[in-house]
């Protein structure tokens, strides 16, 4: 495969940015190799600056549900465009924004747009912070909620990739607000509670957890874990910046039957543009400023351009369910054909899938929190992300992420996709 053009443009662009890429995971660190430039994307595929193409499985990583350039998100970015991009004032599309979510996800009474998932989750820590008058909050270890100070403590994606627990330049005032529980162990949480009474503001968790690979909270874990925050009055926070609008109509909180306090959204409700949110309950979101003393802000913040996209995106939802019966379906295939293969080659590597998110993990214990992701042989994965993309499959360049299954990929695509895993694996075993 060539990829000369890639390789000329990663070595220029680390003369100009740190590592030559705009975010970690992208530089391929954990896989070893060059990052792959690419040049264009159309429904399930990607080209690369070579001219090749792949089959992507990133999807930008979570926002292309419906796969890369669907023509009605171009349509509406083009007529919005019309009009120009950004007012910094407020705007129709904005309201119909807001109103859209709060029908489509029922725990949401108010919301605040935002341009990124950090954005969100760290604005909805700070607003329960402030609505409780309380400092401290719990996260788990091995979920990732965006690079705010107080989240970079043993997070999981690209840090945990990294084995990087604790980021430098994180203040240990920040670390001591934040602490740390083991996902589907409500003892640990019990623990954190006893020990820090009426001091923790929130817990934030992603309910199904994509940034230690693919983990799905346990139904009796997660209603414990509301039963507790509501006796002990803690903000329970949704991370659904990847979950929202991808496991169904209402994220991952419709699927599991929870209602949060509050929830974060990103990636879908951009349609691929910078887009982020959080919302929940009335009396919480009233403490957001200017209506509430809780400062949060942002010059592109709801920006028409990005609205329309995001409109187009929610819309479409909303008028098409049956959109998540075709995304299980597409899953489905995918996951028989991968058991089919680790099965005829006699491997138990763990393979999660939640709707049409997913790992396979190069360990042969069952993956169920952070610890026993840990246990992959990333090395392995390395391999095997390399042998796949050679056979023109591009999946997340990290063990520890999850890949995304788009409307757009076809039986072709997913057949081709499970002779390569097929191929891959045997040529690394
Ligand atoms: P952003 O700030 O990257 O838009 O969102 C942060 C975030 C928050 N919460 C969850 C559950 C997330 O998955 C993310 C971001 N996800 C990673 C992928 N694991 C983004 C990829 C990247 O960092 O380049």
């Given at each position: 495969?060539?990829?000369?053009?890639?390789?000329?443009?990663?070595?220029?662009?680390?003369?100009?940015?740190?590592?030559?890429?705009?975010?970690?995971?992208?530089?391929?660190?954990?896989?070893?190799?060059?990052?792959?430039?690419?040049?264009?994307?159309?429904?399930?595929?990607?080209?690369?600056?070579?001219?090749?193409?792949?089959?992507?499985?990133?999807?930008?990583?979570?926002?292309?549900?419906?796969?890369?350039?669907?023509?009605?998100?171009?349509?509406?970015?083009?007529?919005?465009?019309?009009?120009?991009?950004?007012?910094?004032?407020?705007?129709?599309?904005?309201?119909?924004?807001?109103?859209?979510?709060?029908?489509?996800?029922?725990?949401?009474?108010?919301?605040?747009?935002?341009?990124?998932?950090?954005?969100?989750?760290?604005?909805?820590?700070?607003?329960?912070?402030?609505?409780?008058?309380?400092?401290?909050?719990?996260?788990?270890?091995?979920?990732?909620?965006?690079?705010?100070?107080?989240?970079?403590?043993?997070?999981?994606?690209?840090?945990?990739?990294?084995?990087?627990?604790?980021?430098?330049?994180?203040?240990?005032?920040?670390?001591?607000?934040?602490?740390i529980a083991d996902y589907?162990?409500?003892?640990?949480?019990?623990?954190?509670?006893?020990?820090?009474?009426?001091?923790?503001?929130?817990?934030?968790?992603?309910?199904?957890?994509?940034?230690?690979?693919?983990?799905?909270?346990?139904?009796?874990?997660?209603?414990?874990?509301?039963?507790?925050?509501?006796?002990?009055?803690?903000?329970?926070?949704?991370?659904?910046?990847?979950?929202?609008?991808?496991?169904?109509?209402?994220?991952?909180?419709?699927?599991?039957?929870?209602?949060?306090?509050?929830?974060?959204?990103?990636?879908?409700?951009?349609?691929?543009?910078?887009?982020?949110?959080?919302?929940?309950?009335?009396?919480?979101?009233?403490?957001?400023?200017?209506?509430?003393?809780?400062?949060?802000a942002g010059t592109l913040?709801?920006?028409?351009?990005?609205?329309?996209?995001?409109?187009?995106?929610?819309?479409?939802?909303?008028?098409?369910?049956?959109?998540?019966?075709?995304?299980?379906?597409?899953?489905?295939?995918?996951?028989?054909?991968?058991?089919?293969?680790?099965?005829?080659?006699?491997?138990?590597?763990?393979?999660?899938?939640?709707?049409?998110?997913?790992?396979?993990?190069?360990?042969?214990?069952?993956?169920?929190?952070?610890?026993?992701?840990?246990?992959?042989?990333?090395?392995?994965?390395?391999?095997?992300?390399?042998?796949?993309?050679?056979?023109?499959?591009?999946?997340?360049?990290?063990?520890?992420?999850?890949?995304?299954?788009?409307?757009?990929?076809?039986?072709?695509?997913?057949?081709?996709?499970?002779?390569?895993?097929?191929?891959?694996?045997?040529?690394?075993?």
């Amino acid at each position: 495969m060539n990829l000369s053009k890639s390789e000329t443009l990663f070595t220029e662009a680390k003369k100009y940015i740190p590592g030559g890429v705009n975010s970690p995971v992208r530089a391929f660190k954990s896989v070893g190799g060059s990052p792959v430039f690419m040049q264009r994307g159309e429904g399930s595929k990607l080209f690369d600056v070579d001219g090749n193409e792949y089959v992507d499985y990133i999807g930008s990583w979570g926002p292309h549900l419906f796969g890369h350039n669907p023509s009605f998100i171009k349509d509406a970015l083009l007529s919005s465009l019309e009009n120009g991009t950004s007012f910094g004032a407020p705007t129709e599309a904005e309201v119909k924004m807001a109103k859209l979510i709060t029908e489509l996800v029922p725990s949401v009474e108010m919301v605040r747009m935002v341009n990124s998932g950090t954005e969100a989750t760290m604005s909805a820590v700070r607003v329960a912070r402030g609505y409780t008058g309380r400092e401290k909050f719990i996260k788990f270890e091995g979920c990732y909620h965006g690079h705010a100070d107080y989240f970079l403590i043993k997070a999981g994606s690209g840090a945990l990739t990294f084995g990087v627990p604790t980021s430098p330049g994180v203040t240990s005032g920040n670390a001591a607000d934040t602490l740390i529980a083991d996902y589907n162990n409500i003892d640990s949480i019990k623990a954190l509670v006893k020990e820090n009474k009426n001091q923790i503001a929130a817990v934030i968790i992603e309910p199904v957890a994509g940034n230690m690979g693919t983990v799905r909270s346990t139904d009796e874990f997660v209603r414990e874990l509301r039963e507790i925050c509501s006796e002990e009055k803690i903000v329970l926070i949704f991370d659904e910046v990847m979950t929202g609008f991808r496991l169904s109509k209402g994220g991952a909180q419709e699927l599991l039957g929870i209602t949060p306090d509050l929830s974060t959204f990103g990636k879908i409700i951009g349609g691929g543009l910078p887009v982020g949110a959080f919302g929940g309950k009335k009396e919480i979101m009233e403490f957001v400023s200017p209506q509430g003393p809780v400062y949060q802000a942002g010059t592109l913040s709801g920006n028409p351009l990005a609205m329309s996209a995001g409109l187009a995106v929610l819309s479409y939802i909303k008028e098409n369910p049956d959109v998540y019966n075709k995304l299980e379906e597409k899953s489905k295939l995918l996951e028989d054909g991968f058991n089919e293969n680790l099965k005829s080659l006699n491997k138990k590597f763990a393979f999660n899938r939640v709707g049409s998110m997913g790992t396979l993990f190069f360990t042969e214990q069952p993956v169920t929190d952070f610890n026993s992701a840990f246990t992959s042989d990333t090395k392995l994965y390395g391999k095997f992300f390399h042998e796949m993309l050679n056979r023109g499959i591009y999946l997340a360049p990290a063990q520890f992420e999850a890949f995304f299954i788009s409307l757009s990929h076809t039986g072709e695509d997913l057949n081709k996709t499970i002779k390569a895993q097929y191929e891959s694996l045997k040529a690394i075993l």
